[in-house]
């Protein structure tokens, strides 16, 4: 099956092409960055799922200066739906739907809990997991990744370095197993999800090899970014913070200075996923941003 897989991986990668590495120094413009645009899509709406929380006895790992030490505290956990004529887009996929009605969970650090599903939240708006069209996640972790099994006729929009970090190595961890059977749009550099500069998905890498951040273009609302885990939290975003966990420190601050030109060149309300103060300003289901 995963030798199956890397064929298949293979020939996508020969025939999508692959996106040149970006070395240069965090002022440098993506070439790819000049495309991206502000261009509202009167219909589309955004909505917020709570995914989980998580709450962090030492955010020592958020920061790679050191600045973090001792400090305890707590994390929300946020999915989005993305409403488009053309289909729905699921993003990111939270903790696991097994900690729903359980127990919080300890792991390390973190203490992990769940109140509702996704596909809970999603019938609130009268949707199920089925009639989600496309899925794609900002990067792999397992706080992203844990309800990819209630999507499995989802179409998964996913970055060439983020599938090679998933499953180019020996073995695909368990958390990732729900993705291997779903039809796959391979893409490098950003992807422009309806064609019609509406909702785009950023190439942000540095985190992880392939993460990823979205662009929702509301028409009322404005330009809306969701920062996946380029930040976790605002002084992150602030200070510059870079985690312990993250797979190269450079990269993420040449994609922690393009998002900073995008949000500035657009205008735009950024969401970081993880904070609770973002998440809070959000309309609670069945609202939504639009
Ligand atoms: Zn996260």
Known sequence: MIKLFCVGLVLSLLMFGCSEREQGAPEQTRSNETAVERVGAPSLK????????IEVSDFDAFSSSGDYAGQGGKLVNTCY???????????????????????????????????????????????SAADIEFLSISH????????????????????????EHMFGGEEAGAQNVAFT?????????????????????????????????LLANLFESGPVLL?????????????????RFNSDEAQ????????????????????????????SALPELPGFLN
């Open 46 to 53: 955004l909505y917020t799922f709570d995914c989980g929380n």
């Open 81 to 127: 739906l993305i409403r488009h004529p053309e289909g729905d887009l699921i993003w990111d996929l939270g903790l696991p739907n097994t900690l729903v009605g359980s127990d919080p969970q300890v792991d390390g650090i973190f203490t992990l809990s769940l109140e509702s599903s996704l596909s809970d939240q999603l019938a609130l708006i009268g949707l």
């Open 140 to 163: 792999s972790h397992f706080d992203h990744t844990g309800q990819a099994a209630l999507f499995s006729s989802a179409e998964w929009l996913v970055h060439e370095d983020e599938l």
């Open 181 to 213: 059977e779903l039809e796959k749009v391979i893409f490098s550099e950003n992807y422009d999800v309806f064609g019609d500069g509406s909702v785009v998905i950023l190439e942000m890498p540095g985190h992880t090899p392939g993460h990823t951040a």
């Open 227 to 243: 920062s996946g885990d380029l930040y976790h939290r605002a002084a992150s975003r602030e200070l510059a913070r870079v985690p």
């Open 252 to 279: 993420t601050r040449v994609s922690m200075a393009a998002f900073e030109r995008l949000a500035k060149k657009l205008g735009a309300r950024v969401i970081i996923q993880h904070e609770a103060l973002d998440v």
